[in-house]
């Protein structure tokens, strides 16, 4: 049953697929320097791809775990 107050956010699955690949793009680079992302950074990760929320949330996100 639906309230009508669905927020989930719709991206195209072309979006959904470009997000994917800059975050394999991302891992990528960062596993070339010795670094692997942290489980908490994954989760943005994946709540970027899947467009929970936008580029901006997710690097304000990821900045704030650096502390």
């Known amino acids: ?5 669905d927020t989930t956010p719709v991206i195209s ?4 697929a470009r997000r ?3 975050i394999d ?3 990528g680079s960062l596993r070339f ?4 992302p942290s489980p908490e950074g994954e989760q943005i990760n994946q709540r970027f791809i899947a467009g929970e929320i936008t580029i ?5 996100e990821a ?3 650096r502390g």
Do not use: P
């Not at 320097?33 to 692997?36: D, R």
């Open 63 to 65: 900045e704030a775990l």
């Open 25 to 27: 793009f991302a891992r």
């Open 56 to 60: 901006d949330e997710a690097l304000a």
């Open 13 to 16: 699955a072309e979006e959904r």
């Open 33 to 36: 320097e010795g670094l692997i």
């Open 1 to 5: 049953m639906s309230d009508g107050l």
């Open 20 to 22: 994917q690949r800059a």
